[in-house]
Nanobody, 122 residues
Framework: QVQLVESGGGLVQAGGSLRLSCAAS????????MGWYRQAPGKQRELVAR??????????YYADSVKGRFTISGNNAVNAVYLQMNSLKPEDTAVYYC?????????????WGQGTQVTVSS
């Protein structure tokens, strides 16, 4: 049984910073993709940032709305992913979810955390 546990959310003023962490436990050797999503009230869940690992060194993706402000990093050795959020804006307020997935024999399995609330006050 794989479980993802997020931490680091909270209340911060606009312009401030938060660092989210997500750690996986269970019998998984290595995830191919780790990412952060968020869902604001009344809106669909959206991809914020994603990091993938691969033979060529991997890649990162950021939503346009967070480019230059958020940084994703991962540690495959301990199955953890982090999101450093700087220059936070009120529109960043949402529940943030981490997700990790791996692909084996062409089948992708994804896991989700329970979510952590980030509130940015103006």
């Amino acid at each position: 049984q794989v479980q993802l546990v997020e931490s680091g959310g909270g209340l911060v003023q606009a312009g401030g910073s938060l660092r989210l962490s997500c750690a996986a436990s269970g019998t998984i050797s290595r995830f191919n993709t780790m990412g952060w999503y968020r869902q604001a009230p009344g809106k669909q869940r959206e991809l914020v940032a994603r990091i993938t690992t691969g033979g060529s060194g991997g890649s990162t993706y950021y939503a346009d709305s967070v480019k230059g402000r958020f940084t994703i990093s991962g540690n495959n050795a301990v199955n953890a992913v982090y999101l450093q959020m700087n220059s936070l804006k009120p529109e960043d307020t949402a529940v943030y979810y981490c997700s990790m997935s791996y692909t084996s024999t062409s089948i992708t399995t994804a896991y989700w955390g329970q979510g952590t609330q980030v509130t940015v006050s103006s």
